[in-house]
C-alpha cells in the first residue's frame, strides 16, 4: 500500500538527512496523475524540508537539490529518482506498485484500504462530538436544513473512519419564544383530527397563522409571552402540549433520516439546558463578566478595550434566557457529560458570529477547551424547486430526486432488471444531490441545477453509481476467475498504472479531508478514479484475456471498486450494485 513505499523512501531520506523517519512522512505527496500521461510516484518539496528546519534555508535550492538526489541511490523498490527545481521525483517499481496496492484485495473487500496508513497515525484521535442537522420542532423538516445534515453525516463518517469515538447529536431547536406563538396558537387555531393526519403540517399552519394575526393582535402577542414564561416555569399543562409537539416532531424527522441513511446518537434541545441556563447567567454574575444594559438586559462586553462595542445579550429583561445562553450551558454540560477532545458544531454562515461568541464567553469563563471547538459553516443552496415550484420541505425534493432518476432509468437501455427499482432510484438520487453539493468549497453559495445533478455521465453522483455498479456486474460476470493467484507484472498497461497511482492518493486525501473538513477532496478524488476505471473497463478486458492477465485485471477492479465504494460511504453515499 502507499504507507510501504512512504516508509522506504522516508528511510533513505532520513539516512541521507541523519533525522527521523517520522520527519519525512507527512512531506512526501503523491503527485497527481494525469491520464494516459507516465508521471513518477511521489513527491518531496525542498522549500518544505527548509521550512521545516531539516535543511538550512540559505544557498541555492537547485544546487541542494541536485546534492541530496546523488546522496540518494535508486534501489529494487524505488527505481528513479530525479531533481527537478527544489522538487525532488521518486518512481516506484512498477510490478511492485501492483503488488503492495492490491495485496489487501486478494480476497475480495478491503475496508481498511489507506487507513493503517502511518501518513493517518500522525493525526489526533479521541472522542469528537459533532452536532449538525438540528431542525426546529414542530415545523416540517425545511430543505435549508439538507446541507447541515449531509455535511454533519460526512464529518461524523470522516472522523469514525479514521478511529474517532464519534458522538453524533442532534440538537433540535426545542425551546424559545416561536413554541409561545404555537402554544398561543393551538388553543385557537388547533384541531385534534388534524393533528392525528398531518402534525407536521398542521402544526406549521398554525404557526404560520398565529404569527400573522400577532402583527395586529396585541393580545395574541401577550398569550405568546405568557404561554412561554409558563414554560419557563415548567407549568403542567403548558409542558404537556409542548412535549406532545416534540414526540410528534421528532418521530416524523426520524422517518425522514432514515430516507437520508443518516442516524444520530443523542436527540438534544435547547430545552435540556433552560435551568442550567440561569446557573450560566449566575456563573457570569459572579466573575464579574455580566453587566446590566440600560434596557435591563443581561450583556457580556465582548470588546478588546472594554468600551462595550461589541456585546452578547444573554438575557431579556423579564429574566428569560435566550439562544446563546442555552448554548453556552449545553457546551459546558457536553463537557462533562461526554469529554469529548473536540466539538464541531456544523450551520450555515450566517451564524458564524454567534459561534466566535460562544467560544469566545467560554474562554473567559475559564474553559480552556473552548480552543477545541469548532464552527464548519457552509453557503446558501440557490434555486431549489420541484415541478411544482419553490421548494419549501426536504421530503419534496427527495420525492422529486427519486421521482426524476427512476424516468431516466426507465428511459435508459442499460437500466437492468432490479427487483426494487425505487429504492435504487432513491439512492442514486440521493448521492446526486450529495456529490453536487459537495463539489465546491462549503463556504460558496452554490445554484441546484435538477438536469446537471442527474447526468449518468460527467462529475456527478449518478456517474459514481454507474461506476460501481458497473464493477460488481464485471466481477460477477467473471466469477469463475481465481484473484488468489496474481501476477503483478500482468498490470504493466499504462491505464492499469493510472488507476494504481490514483489510489496511492487515497490516504493523503482522507488526510486533506480531515485537516479542512471539506469532502470537495474525497468527491473530486472518487470522480478522476471513475473516469479512469471507465478507461481500464474499456482497455483491459477480463473476458477473453489469458488466464494469468485476466486473474490480475480482475484484482485491479475488485481494489478499485472497494477504494470507490468505502469513500462514497464516508461521503454518506449508499452504493448500489445494480441500476
Not at 415550484?389 to 421530503?395: K, N, Y
Not at 429504492?423 to 445554484?447: C, N, R, T
Request: proline share 3%; aromatic share 8%.
Amino acid at each position: 500500500m502507499a504507507c510501504f513505499f512512504r516508509r522506504k523512501i522516508a528511510a533513505k531520506l532520513a539516512e541521507a538527512l541523519q533525522q527521523s523517519d517520522d520527519a519525512f512522512i507527512p512531506v512526501l505527496t503523491v503527485i497527481p496523475v494525469l491520464k494516459k500521461q507516465q508521471s513518477a510516484d511521489f513527491r518531496l518539496s525542498l522549500g518544505t524540508l527548509r521550512s521545516n528546519g531539516i535543511l538550512p534555508s540559505s544557498g541555492e535550492i537547485q544546487l541542494q537539490t541536485e546534492n541530496l538526489v546523488a546522496q540518494l541511490k535508486p534501489d529494487s523498490v524505488v527505481e528513479d529518482i530525479t531533481a527537478g527545481h527544489g522538487l525532488i521525483n521518486f518512481r516506484v517499481n512498477r510490478s511492485l506498485l501492483a503488488e503492495k496496492l492490491l495485496e489487501p484485495f486478494a480476497e475480495g473487500e478491503s475496508h481498511n484500504f489507506g487507513l493503517n496508513s502511518k501518513l493517518l497515525d500522525t493525526l489526533k484521535r479521541g472522542t469528537t462530538l459533532v452536532e449538525f442537522s438540528s431542525p426546529n420542532i414542530a415545523k416540517k423538516f425545511h430543505a435549508g436544513h439538507l446541507r447541515s445534515t449531509i455535511i454533519g453525516n460526512f464529518i461524523a463518517n470522516l472522523k469514525q473512519s479514521l478511529g474517532n469515538n464519534v458522538i453524533r447529536m442532534n440538537y433540535l431547536g426545542d425551546w424559545g419564544m416561536q413554541f409561545g406563538l404555537l402554544g398561543a396558537g393551538f388553543s385557537r387555531f388547533g384541531c385534534t383530527e388534524k393533528l392525528k393526519e398531518n402534525p407536521l403540517q398542521h402544526l406549521f399552519e398554525i404557526y404560520v397563522q398565529t404569527n400573522k394575526e400577532a402583527e395586529q393582535n396585541e393580545d395574541i402577542k401577550r398569550a405568546a409571552k405568557d404561554f412561554f414564561r409558563q414554560l419557563e416555569q415548567h407549568e403542567s399543562q403548558a409542558m404537556s402540549l409542548w412535549q406532545q409537539f416534540r414526540e410528534i416532531t421528532v418521530n416524523e424527522y426520524k422517518h425522514i433520516y432514515k430516507r437520508l441513511g443518516i442516524h444520530f446518537d443523542v436527540y438534544g434541545g435547547e430545552s435540556f439546558h433552560q435551568d442550567q441556563a440561569q446557573e450560566v447567567v449566575q456563573e457570569l454574575q459572579s466573575l464579574g463578566l455580566l453587566k446590566i444594559s440600560d434596557k435591563g438586559t443581561g450583556v457580556v462586553d465582548l470588546s478588546p478595550n472594554g468600551v462595550m462595542s461589541n456585546i452578547c445579550t444573554l438575557h431579556r429583561s423579564d429574566g428569560t434566557t435566550l439562544y446563546i445562553t442555552r448554548d453556552i450551558a449545553a457546551a459546558i454540560s457536553r463537557k462533562e457529560k461526554y469529554s469529548f477532545d473536540e466539538m464541531i458544531y456544523v450551520t450555515d454562515k450566517s451564524q458564524e458570529n454567534h459561534f466566535n461568541q460562544l467560544f469566545q464567553i467560554l474562554l473567559q469563563m475559564g474553559n480552556s477547551w473552548a480552543n477545541r471547538c469548532r464552527h464548519v459553516s457552509f453557503g446558501l443552496v440557490k434555486g431549489m424547486k420541484t415541478r411544482t415550484g419553490e421548494v419549501v420541505f426536504l421530503e419534496d425534493v427527495l420525492d422529486e430526486a427519486q421521482a426524476r432518476m427512476l424516468h431516466n432509468m426507465n428511459q435508459s437501455n442499460t437500466t437492468k432488471e432490479l427487483e426494487n427499482p425505487e429504492d435504487v432510484a432513491e439512492k442514486v438520487g440521493m448521492s446526486a444531490l450529495i456529490v453536487q453539493d459537495f463539489k465546491g468549497p462549503l463556504q460558496s453559495d452554490y445554484k441546484f441545477d435538477w438536469d446537471r445533478m442527474l447526468q449518468a455521465q460527467g462529475d456527478t453522483g449518478v456517474f459514481l453509481q454507474y461506476t460501481h455498479a458497473r464493477l460488481c456486474s464485471l466481477i460477477q460476470r467473471n466469477e469463475g476467475v481465481e484473484t488468489n493467484t496474481f501476477n503483478p507484472s500482468c498490470l504493466s498497461d499504462q491505464t492499469g498504472i493510472t488507476v494504481l497511482q490514483h489510489l496511492l492518493r487515497y490516504d493523503e486525501v482522507l488526510y486533506q479531508s480531515h485537516q479542512d473538513l471539506q469532502p470537495k477532496h474525497l468527491v473530486n478524488f472518487l470522480l478522476k478514479l471513475s473516469h479512469f476505471i471507465a478507461s481500464a473497463h474499456r482497455e483491459l478486458p477480463v473476458k477473453g484475456s489469458p488466464p494469468h492477465v485476466a486473474q490480475a485485471r480482475l484484482r485491479l477492479f475488485k481494489g478499485a471498486r472497494s477504494v470507490l465504494a468505502s469513500g462514497m460511504r464516508i461521503l454518506g453515499i449508499t452504493p448500489v450494485q445494480k441500476m
